[in-house]
Each structure stands twice: as C-alpha cells, then as structure tokens.
C-alpha cells in the first residue's frame, strides 16, 4: 500500500491552496472583469425590453437598469423604476474556474483561461438580466405590471431563471468548462482511482 496521498487529495489540496489568492486576483481586478457581462446584459435587455428598457449605468461592480416604468417615490411624485445588481453576484464563476486550472496542472493554461473567460459571460450576463428582471416583475409588480404585461407563465419562467442563474450556473458552468477544457487530467485521475481499485 502507497503512502503518498492519491492524485485526487493532491489535486483538492492544490484547489484549496490557490483559491484564496486566485480569489484576491479577481477582486483585485474586478471592475475590468466585470465590464463584458454587463454589456451583454445590457445589450439583450435593450433587445428584448425595447419599449421601457433606456440602458444601464455601470458603477464599479454595480450595474443599474434605467427604464421607463414608472413608480411610487416616498416624496409623493413618480420616479423611474432602476433596479440594481452587484455584478460580483453573478461572476464569481472566473477564479473558481482558474483555480481548478491551476490545481490540476493544465497545459495551454492562458489559452483555456481566456476560452473559459469568453464562455462564461452569456450566463453572467443571464444572471445580471434575471436579477433585473425580479425586481421588476416581483418587487415592483403591482406598478410595473399594467406597463410590463408579464403573463404567469413567464412571471414563473422569470422565477425559474433567475434561481438557475443564481444558485445553480455560477459554480456549475466553471466545473463543465474545467472537465471540458481540462480532458487528459480528468483521464489521468480516473486511470489513478482504477489503478487503486
């Protein structure tokens, strides 16, 4: 029996000790990292929403929704509704992906990186949309909805995404990119737990 730790603690223990600066990294270049999923999100509201969608204002890591719908303001006039989404909500998705890069060794690791980089901001963006799309839909419904017209159905598909976008697409995309872009590791560490079987 080997006393050297399998390949695959190794290859957590590597994870676990290169998510903290990876994670410094990323914060530390979060404002440019953020910029293609807010342009995507941006861009598909305006194509989707046209008639009360006006754009977005992008703060830092702070992206808000500027629309034409009309709410309640606690001086007694009408303001525009402009809901808001703390984009590192929806991005943290980069340094769990290069981290498992950097664990596992890979070789081509800048290309892969950039590859994954470009993958993961249609579904950043999905989540920035979605998030939107709640506040509108759910919290502000009862004076958005005259102007919105959101059936049930998508009220529940709205629901839906943004609860797949939130909770499930940020962490589950990196590790499909990873398995995919990252194969010969993956066949290494299957040959290792056969071996030992």
């Given at each position: 029996m080997s006393l050297l730790p399998s390949p695959i603690i190794c290859f957590f223990l590597r994870a676990l000790v290169l998510l903290g600066p990876?994670?410094?990294?990323?914060?530390?270049?979060?404002?440019?990292?953020?910029?293609?999923?807010?342009?995507?999100?941006?861009k598909a509201m305006g194509a989707?929403?046209?008639?009360?969608v006006r754009?977005?204002?992008?703060t830092g890591v702070s992206q808000t929704l500027l629309t034409s719908l009309q709410v309640p303001h606690a001086s007694g006039r009408l303001a525009e509704l402009t809901p808001e989404v703390h984009l590192l909500t929806c991005c943290y998705g980069?340094?769990?992906?290069?981290t498992l890069l950097l664990a596992a060794r890979c070789r081509g690791f800048w290309w892969k990186v950039l590859l994954g980089f470009m993958a993961l901001v249609p579904f950043q963006a999905w989540s920035v949309c979605l998030?939107?799309?709640?506040a509108i839909a759910f919290h502000a419904r009862e004076v958005t909805q005259?102007?919105?017209?959101?059936s049930m159905l998508q009220l529940n598909l709205i629901g839906l995404g943004y609860q797949v976008g939130t909770l499930l697409l940020p962490t589950l995309i990196p590790v499909l990119l990873w398995l995919r872009l990252d194969r010969p590791f993956i066949a290494t560490l299957m040959d290792a737990q056969l071996d030992k079987a």
């Open positions: 990876v994670l410094a990294l990323w914060y530390w270049l979060r404002e440019l990292l953020v910029r293609p999923a807010a342009w995507l999100a941006e989707f929403f046209s008639d009360w754009g977005s204002e992008l980069l340094p769990l992906l290069i998030s939107w799309l709640v005259a102007t919105t017209k959101f």
